[in-house]
């Protein structure tokens, strides 16, 4: 069966702590692995897409990494802007054309001054 | 920069009442996607919309459930006979098409049944 588990369930910071969060999978045949962040009662925000183990991407305080069975979310010195929670999903191993994701439960970030 | 919208930001119904919730996806994107999120519990697929048709949809998508372009804006999904274990967040999104494969999301529509 494909899953996403994401660990750990939440992480808290201080200000200037770095640290990474887990993305795990078992769908076959990779076709994308996307990182999004949610804020409460909000929708998730679009961060990266990977494709390929070795690919890495970064966005301000933010770099993503894949391997062949997981993903990193590395966030270096973080500030308190970045709380949220960071969803990780992928495309099932048999959905053709990209018709849905299957994401993982979060991981919920809290960062302090 | 463009943005998926979603109408209302909460409902409230009561039980056995219909609902329907609208978005209006980014202009030019050609796949759109309804997916809920009931209170601390993971986001769930619910039914993807391409070229006028349901191309997928989940166990959960039953037949209380419709899904509708009327226009060339406005992407919907209605909820016939709304049960309690509805309620939840419901997100609307919006993919460009064969050549990228990121889904962009809505702010999401809180639907409490009563």
Redesign the interface.
């Known amino acids: 069966e494909d899953q996403v588990t994401q660990s750990p369930e939440a992480l808290r910071l201080q200000e200037g702590e770095s640290s990474s969060l887990n993305c795990s999978y078992t769908v076959s045949g990779l076709?994308?692995l996307?990182w999004?962040r949610q804020d409460p009662?909000?929708?998730?925000?679009?961060l990266f897409?990977l494709y390929s183990a070795g690919e890495e991407k970064e966005k301000e305080r933010l770099k993503a990494t894949l391997t062949k069975k997981e993903s990193f979310l590395h966030i270096t010195a973080p500030k308190p802007e970045d709380s949220a929670t960071y969803?990780c999903?992928v495309?099932p191993t048999f959905?053709g054309?990209?018709?849905?994701?299957?994401?993982?439960?979060?991981t919920r970030l809290a960062v302090h001054p | 920069e463009p943005e998926?919208t979603q109408t209302p930001s909460h409902q409230v119904t009561q039980m056995g009442q219909e609902v329907i919730l609208r978005c209006v996806p980014i202009s030019n994107h050609l796949?759109f996607?309804w997916y809920r999120q009931i209170l601390g519990?993971?986001?769930?697929?619910l039914v993807?919309f391409?070229n006028n048709e349901i191309?997928?949809k989940?166990e959960i998508f039953d037949d209380q459930f419709s899904v509708e372009r009327p226009d060339g804006s406005n992407f919907t999904l209605k909820i016939r006979s709304t049960k309690l274990e509805d309620s939840a967040?419901y997100?609307c999104?919006s993919?460009p098409g064969q050549g990228a494969?990121?889904?962009?999301?809505?702010?999401?529509t809180?639907l409490t049944v009563t």
């Open positions: 076709r994308g996307f999004y009662g909000k929708g998730p925000e679009f897409t969803l999903a495309p959905s054309g990209y018709n849905k994701l299957i994401f993982g439960a979060g | 998926v796949y996607y519990q993971k986001v769930e697929f993807s391409y191309s997928e989940s967040m997100f999104a993919r494969r990121e889904q962009y999301f809505g702010p999401g809180r």
